[in-house]
Protein backbone atom coordinates (compact mmCIF):
# COMPACT_ATOMS: atom_id res chain seq x y z
CA UNK A 1 0.00 0.00 0.00
CA UNK A 2 1.06 3.46 -0.93
CA UNK A 3 1.54 6.03 2.21
CA UNK A 4 2.51 8.88 3.36
CA UNK A 5 2.53 9.55 6.86
CA UNK A 6 2.88 12.96 8.83
CA UNK A 7 3.61 13.34 12.65
CA UNK A 8 5.07 15.91 14.30
CA UNK A 9 2.22 18.18 14.57
CA UNK A 10 1.05 20.17 18.23
CA UNK A 11 0.46 22.80 20.22
CA UNK A 12 3.45 25.26 19.90
CA UNK A 13 3.86 28.90 21.48
CA UNK A 14 4.29 31.96 19.45
CA UNK A 15 7.86 32.24 18.52
CA UNK A 16 8.68 28.01 19.54
CA UNK A 17 9.85 25.47 16.96
CA UNK A 18 8.32 21.87 15.91
CA UNK A 19 9.37 19.44 13.19
CA UNK A 20 7.27 17.86 11.16
CA UNK A 21 7.91 14.49 9.31
CA UNK A 22 6.80 12.83 6.13
CA UNK A 23 7.55 9.14 5.99
CA UNK A 24 6.26 6.74 2.74
CA UNK A 25 5.97 3.46 3.17
CA UNK A 26 5.13 1.33 -0.13
CA UNK A 27 7.31 3.40 -2.55
CA UNK A 28 10.43 5.08 -2.63
CA UNK A 29 10.38 8.73 -1.70
CA UNK A 30 13.30 9.62 -3.44
CA UNK A 31 11.96 9.48 -7.12
CA UNK A 32 9.65 12.16 -6.16
CA UNK A 33 9.45 16.22 -5.43
CA UNK A 34 8.01 16.02 -1.69
CA UNK A 35 5.82 18.78 -0.76
CA UNK A 36 4.62 20.79 2.16
CA UNK A 37 1.12 22.44 2.22
CA UNK A 38 -1.08 24.08 5.00
CA UNK A 39 -4.90 24.48 5.07
CA UNK A 40 -6.03 26.82 7.90
CA UNK A 41 -10.08 27.06 9.24
CA UNK A 42 -12.17 28.67 6.37
CA UNK A 43 -8.87 29.13 3.58
CA UNK A 44 -7.91 26.96 0.71
CA UNK A 45 -5.09 24.49 1.00
CA UNK A 46 -1.61 26.19 0.15
CA UNK A 47 2.11 25.33 -0.77
CA UNK A 48 4.50 25.74 1.77
CA UNK A 49 7.80 24.82 0.81
CA UNK A 50 8.95 21.65 -1.73
CA UNK A 51 12.18 19.84 -1.97
CA UNK A 52 13.31 18.49 -5.17
CA UNK A 53 13.92 14.75 -6.12
CA UNK A 54 17.82 14.74 -7.28
CA UNK A 55 18.98 16.67 -9.60
CA UNK A 56 21.76 15.29 -10.42
CA UNK A 57 22.82 14.49 -6.87
CA UNK A 58 21.37 17.97 -5.84
CA UNK A 59 18.04 18.76 -3.74
CA UNK A 60 16.49 21.96 -4.48
CA UNK A 61 14.30 23.55 -1.82
CA UNK A 62 11.87 26.17 -2.38
CA UNK A 63 9.54 28.25 -0.08
CA UNK A 64 6.35 30.24 0.65
CA UNK A 65 7.23 34.27 1.06
CA UNK A 66 5.08 33.97 4.09
CA UNK A 67 7.93 30.95 5.80
CA UNK A 68 10.82 31.80 4.04
CA UNK A 69 13.52 32.53 6.31
CA UNK A 70 11.52 30.50 9.30
CA UNK A 71 11.01 26.93 7.37
CA UNK A 72 13.19 24.89 6.67
CA UNK A 73 12.79 21.14 4.23
CA UNK A 74 15.29 18.14 4.30
CA UNK A 75 14.83 14.98 3.24
CA UNK A 76 16.48 11.75 4.31
CA UNK A 77 16.41 8.87 1.32
CA UNK A 78 18.04 6.06 3.68
CA UNK A 79 15.19 6.77 6.06
CA UNK A 80 12.56 7.42 3.22
CA UNK A 81 11.27 10.60 5.30
CA UNK A 82 11.42 14.39 4.01
CA UNK A 83 11.36 16.86 7.57
CA UNK A 84 9.70 20.48 7.58
CA UNK A 85 11.45 22.39 10.90
CA UNK A 86 9.70 24.92 11.74
CA UNK A 87 10.65 27.99 13.78
CA UNK A 88 9.87 31.25 14.58
CA UNK A 89 6.32 30.18 14.75
CA UNK A 90 3.27 32.55 14.75
CA UNK A 91 -0.33 32.12 15.37
CA UNK A 92 -0.83 32.41 11.40
CA UNK A 93 0.95 29.28 11.18
CA UNK A 94 -1.75 27.76 12.90
CA UNK A 95 -3.27 24.91 9.98
CA UNK A 96 -3.17 21.24 9.29
CA UNK A 97 -0.13 20.37 7.45
CA UNK A 98 0.18 17.80 4.46
CA UNK A 99 2.89 16.38 2.30
CA UNK A 100 2.58 14.87 -1.15
CA UNK A 101 4.67 13.58 -3.69
CA UNK A 102 4.55 15.92 -6.47
CA UNK A 103 6.06 16.62 -9.93
CA UNK A 104 9.30 18.13 -10.27
CA UNK A 105 9.85 20.73 -13.17
CA UNK A 106 13.88 19.90 -13.92
CA UNK A 107 14.45 22.67 -16.49
CA UNK A 108 12.90 25.53 -14.32
CA UNK A 109 13.96 23.71 -11.01
CA UNK A 110 10.72 24.03 -9.20
CA UNK A 111 7.91 21.96 -8.04
CA UNK A 112 4.67 21.86 -9.87
CA UNK A 113 2.62 21.64 -6.60
CA UNK A 114 -0.33 21.65 -8.66
CA UNK A 115 0.92 17.76 -10.17
CA UNK A 116 0.31 15.64 -6.86
CA UNK A 117 1.06 11.70 -7.13
CA UNK A 118 0.39 11.19 -3.03
CA UNK A 119 -1.31 12.56 -0.58
CA UNK A 120 -0.66 12.14 3.61
CA UNK A 121 -3.46 12.35 6.00
CA UNK A 122 -2.79 15.85 7.61
CA UNK A 123 -1.11 16.71 11.24
CA UNK A 124 -2.19 19.84 13.21
CA UNK A 125 -0.26 22.27 14.15
CA UNK A 126 -1.50 24.84 16.75
CA UNK A 127 0.29 28.06 17.73
CA UNK A 128 -1.07 30.00 20.60
CA UNK A 129 -0.34 31.07 23.71
Known amino acids: QLQLVESGGGLVQPGGSLRLSCAASGFRLDSYAIGWFRQAPGKEREGVSC???????????EHAASVQGRFAISRDNAKNTVYLQMNSLKPEDTAVYYC???????????????????WGQGTQVTVSS
Open 100 to 118: AAVAYNTVQRTCDMNRVAY
Open 51 to 61: ISSSVGGLYYA
